[in-house]
């Protein structure tokens, strides 16, 4: 554990949602916070429709591979932010939880996502103030 607070976003896919919320949280927080993406059955890519969302907005997220949910990753984070990963997700005690209701990009035209896109921004915003205060 760093001294810096640590988020973990998870969804099923690890290619939307929860890349895009990495993304933003990585370009807004910079190095005040650590962050981390994982999903319950990871895809063989990122959405490309989420990344091309998010490069409208100067974020790059092409280099990112979904990668698999593991307790490591749960255990080292001190939240868990899940994206309808249903019950996959390993609960901890003293971590904190929250499940943010989203629209799954997946099949998405680019306007949806910018939708799901913007929905996130708005709650990473929020977070950001929660853990850095």
């Not at 997220?61 to 749960?74: G, R």
């Not at 309808?84 to 943010?100: L, N, Q, S, T």
């Not at 996502?113 to 977070?127: E, F, G």
Request: aromatic fraction near 4%; include cysteine.
């Amino acid at each position: 554990m760093t001294d810096r607070p640590s988020v973990l976003f998870v969804c099923v896919h690890n290619a939307g949602r929860s890349q895009m919320a990495a993304g933003w949280l990585s370009h807004l927080a910079g190095d005040r916070i650590e962050v981390r993406s994982a999903g319950s059955a990871p895809a063989g890519q990122v959405n490309p429709v989420a990344v091309e969302a998010m490069r409208e907005v100067g974020i790059d997220i092409t280099a990112e591979q979904p990668k698999i949910l593991t307790v490591d990753a749960v255990e080292a984070s001190d939240v868990v932010v899940t994206m309808g990963c249903g019950d996959a997700c390993p609960i901890f005690p003293g971590k904190r939880y929250e499940d943010w209701k989203l629209d799954d990009p997946a099949g998405q035209g680019i306007e949806a996502v910018r939708v799901i896109r913007d929905q996130i921004r708005t709650r990473i915003d929020k977070l950001i103030g929660e853990l850095t205060g």
